[in-house]
């Protein structure tokens, strides 16, 4: 495939604003203020990747976004725009678009489990001390060693428990383990079950490659996850999700080297979620993941209000940047607008600063790398019109399109293996029946003979399986929905 391949972002006074595709997998940036198009420019973005035939994955934060699987109509406005734009061909449409929702209610369900959560993107989750998070990290080892599969709420509520009743034996090799640490521990988990999160915690497991796929005349499906709830409701579950699934893309997916095209584009809608209040160790997985995925063949691209809601090491990375109008009403204002211009390379025939302030919708500043690289000067950029929908799907609209979905059917059952929960239940009650054996042995030998004088003394063994059944015991009964998120970020399958 030729390197010059490119496709049309807008127009500049009629001269086609393109990104070349081979640096389409150099991540990008799409901001502004409310408002201004941004939802648009994504939308626009998203379609010219699809018929590249490469997949994408984008978050729809305010349910905009479906009507990409409608084809658009004529609008006047929409052919004054095509006239100062030269496309070439334009031909409203629809594309192929799978619809998911970690609720289960605008989309197939999306799931994963604890394990592959790890401990450093769930103790983010659950927003928990140094304290707690090297307990998280203890549990994991332990479920590591004794072969315990953390897949849902209930594996881990059980693990902790258990934990919190074996501190004395357990803190030799896994460190010191506070009960109120633990009781922490459990009342965050209480609150992310009421926001929702063991929706999320379950299986099966969504497959990377139902994310990945094309359709039959070789355009990339666009996979769309309603999360308009989730952000409103559950903005540290949503930001988690979003990291889980960058996480297991990196390390699933195999070295490309630098390819003609990505093989599957991220947008990362209300960036600024996944780093607010985000500890330092996350922050500097995050910036390696972005730094490295690219040679995956993953591009991904952040939608936010402002650039410096990004680390600057981040922003830093951001090959494509479309900047929508920002506004000037107040000191801070300013001060963002001029450190907006100055990440730009200059256009002589504008002033950036000035620009940024009078921006109208759909009108953008763009910066484009060429093809060594290298960004190319800012350019005021009318953003062209999208061939799909401007707005979102009817719900009949919406349940049509889920009734023909590829994956109808393939995740909609909750699956409930042997894990943690199940494994020391089972030996809880394996040991009590071995106890209750014991205990009448015993009664009938002292019946025949005195007692024997002590006690004997009680194995860690035995010490773990009555634990167990006091630790569970509460659960029994329970059905609790599985899954959570990681990886690279310290889980383990």
């Known amino acids: 495939m030729n390197e010059q391949l490119s496709f049309v972002i807008g127009?500049?006074?009629?001269?086609?604003?393109?990104?070349?595709?081979?640096?389409?997998?150099?991540?990008?940036?799409?901001?502004?203020?409310?408002?201004?198009?941004?939802?648009?420019?994504?939308?626009?973005?998203?379609?010219?990747?699809?018929?590249?035939?490469?997949?994408?994955?984008?978050?729809?934060?305010?349910?905009?976004?479906?009507?990409?699987?409608?084809?658009?109509?004529?609008?006047?406005?929409?052919?004054?725009?095509?006239?100062?734009?030269?496309?070439?061909?334009?031909?409203?449409?629809?594309?192929?678009?799978?619809?998911?929702?970690?609720?289960?209610?605008?989309?197939?369900?999306?799931?994963?489990?604890?394990?592959?959560?790890?401990?450093?993107?769930?103790s983010n989750l659950l927003d928990l001390n140094d304290t707690q998070s090297g307990l998280m990290y203890s549990c994991f080892k332990i479920a590591d060693d004794d072969g315990l599969l953390l897949l849902d709420l209930k594996d881990l509520r059980a693990l902790l428990a258990w934990m919190g009743n074996n501190a004395n034996e357990l803190r030799g090799e896994y460190g010191n383990i506070t009960g109120a640490s633990i009781g922490a521990i459990q009342r965050k988990l209480l609150i992310l079950e009421e926001q929702g999160a063991e929706h999320f915690f379950s299986e099966p497991a969504v497959q990377l490659s139902d994310l990945m796929q094309t359709d039959f005349s070789g355009n990339g499906v666009i996979s769309i996850m309603d999360?308009?709830?989730?952000?409103?409701?559950?903005?540290?579950?949503?930001?988690?999700?979003?990291?889980?699934?960058?996480?297991e893309?990196?390390?699933?997916?195999?070295?490309?080297?630098?390819?003609?095209?990505?093989?599957?584009v991220f947008f990362f809608d209300e960036a600024h979620i996944l780093f607010d209040q985000a500890p330092k160790p996350l922050i500097e997985k995050i910036e390696h993941v972005v730094r490295l995925i690219r040679s995956k063949g993953v591009g991904i691209y952040f939608i936010t209000q402002s650039p410096l809601d990004i680390p600057e090491d981040v922003l830093g990375q951001l090959g494509l940047k479309i900047q929508h109008a920002l506004r000037a009403f107040t000191p801070k204002d300013r001060?963002?607008?001029?450190?907006?211009?100055?990440?730009?390379?200059?256009?002589?025939?504008?002033?950036?600063?000035?620009?940024?302030?009078?921006?109208?919708?759909?009108?953008?500043?763009?910066?484009?790398?060429?093809?060594k690289g290298s960004p190319r000067p800012v350019q005021r950029t009318l953003v062209r019109p999208p061939e799909s929908r401007i707005g979102p799907l009817t719900d009949d609209e919406r349940t049509e399109r889920l009734?023909?979905?590829?994956?109808?059917?393939?995740?909609?059952?909750v699956v409930d293996r042997e894990s943690a929960y199940e494994l020391l239940k089972k030996r809880a009650k394996e040991l009590q029946v071995r106890q209750d054996a014991e205990m009448?042995?015993?009664?009938?030998?002292?019946?025949?003979?005195?007692?024997?004088?002590?006690?004997?003394k009680q194995s860690i063994g035995d010490a773990f399986m009555k634990s167990t059944a006091r630790s569970i015991g509460s659960y029994v009964g329970r059905q609790i929905i599985r899954g959570v998120l990681g990886s690279i970020f310290g889980g383990k399958r």
């Open 403 to 413: 009734n023909k979905s590829p994956f109808r059917g393939r995740y909609d059952a």
């Open 11 to 122: 127009a500049d006074n009629n001269i086609p604003v393109e990104q070349l595709t081979k640096m389409s997998n150099r991540h990008g940036l799409i901001a502004g203020a409310t408002g201004t198009g941004k939802t648009i420019t994504l939308q626009i973005l998203a379609e010219s990747f699809s018929r590249l035939g490469v997949p994408v994955f984008a978050a729809d934060v305010k349910g905009d976004l479906s009507g990409i699987a409608a084809a658009g109509k004529p609008h006047p406005k929409i052919e004054e725009r095509l006239q100062k734009i030269p496309l070439g061909e334009y031909v409203q449409r629809a594309y192929p678009t799978v619809f998911w929702d970690i609720f289960g209610q605008k989309g197939h369900p999306i799931r994963s489990t604890i394990s592959e959560m790890g401990p450093l993107l769930l």
């Open 335 to 371: 001060q963002v607008i001029k450190s907006v211009a100055r990440s730009f390379r200059s256009n002589e025939q504008f002033d950036s600063e000035t620009v940024l302030t009078e921006l109208g919708i759909g009108e953008a500043l763009v910066s484009t790398l060429d093809a």
């Open 440 to 456: 009448r042995l015993k009664a009938e030998q002292e019946a025949q003979a005195k007692p024997a004088r002590g006690r004997k």
């Open 227 to 247: 999360v308009s709830t989730l952000v409103s409701e559950s903005p540290r579950v949503y930001a988690t999700f979003l990291l889980w699934l960058l996480s």
């Open 249 to 264: 893309l990196f390390e699933q997916l195999p070295e490309v080297g630098d390819p003609d095209k990505p093989k599957l």
